[in-house]
């Protein structure tokens, strides 16, 4: 079991930053790949970013690349994404999830691939 605490959300205005952060515990944490979604109201949870177990390797959604950067630190058992140039679209509740099995793949990550969620946390970006 691997319980995720995610925060560091807020209301930014738009082009401004923010660093989420999510702190792991209860299993290895470098045995997990970690991911960030994002859910907006009336619409289906999407991939943003994730990272291999090691960190040496990551993937952004396209609607992110460029503006968003996901990172970790396995000796704090947390994992980040700094957000910047941050957009009105970008608003969303964003959670970030553990994966046992999952690989970086060639396509957006997919909610099912991952076995643990954090409780989210709210991001508002005013235009």
């Known amino acids: 079991q691997v319980q995720l605490v995610a925060s560091g959300g807020g209301l930014v205005q738009a082009g401004g930053s923010l660093r989420l952060s999510c702190a792991a515990s209860?299993?290895?944490?470098?045995?997990?790949?970690m991911g960030w979604f994002r859910q907006a109201p009336g619409k289906e949870r999407e991939f943003v970013a994730a990272i291999t177990r090691s960190g040496g390797s990551t993937q952004s959604a396209d609607s992110v690349k460029g503006r968003f950067t996901i990172s970790r630190d396995n000796a704090k058992n947390t994992v980040y994404l700094q957000m910047d140039s941050l957009k009105s679209e970008d608003t969303a509740v964003y959670y970030c999830?553990?994966?046992?099995?999952?690989?970086?793949?060639?396509?957006?990550?997919?909610?099912?691939?991952?076995?643990?969620w954090g409780q989210g946390t709210q991001v508002t970006v005013s235009s």
């Open positions: 209860g299993r290895t944490f470098s045995n997990y790949l």
């Open positions: 999830a553990a994966s046992r099995g999952a690989l970086l793949k060639p396509r957006s990550l997919r909610p099912s691939e991952f076995d643990y």
